[in-house]
């Protein structure tokens, strides 16, 4: 899928499709940067708690070399953010 057909897909292939094009270092900037926003919500917050363990489990699997399952296991949970 390019992006200008992107508008007619569902927001989570759109996520999946932008996840693909990203280098290993623009998906762990993106994800460091969701981190710092989401420490700036309520710490009690279960939005934020739970975000977070998305984002670190995320940040965990940029960071060691992964299988095919982990792989998939991080192109869902990134498709889920949103960001």
Avoid at 34 to 53: G, T, W
Avoid at 54 to 62: F, M, N, S
């Amino acid at each position: 899928m390019d992006p200008e057909h992107a508008g007619s897909a569902p927001e989570s292939a759109k996520q999946g499709w932008r996840w693909k094009q990203m280098g290993n270092e623009e998906k762990t900037a993106a994800v460091e940067e969701e981190i710092k926003r989401v420490h700036q919500l309520p710490p009690k917050s279960s939005y934020a708690c739970h975000r977070l363990r998305v984002l670190t489990k995320i940040h965990q699997l940029l960071s060691i070399q992964r299988t095919t399952s982990q792989e998939k296991e991080l192109e869902l949970l990134f498709s889920g953010l949103h960001i």
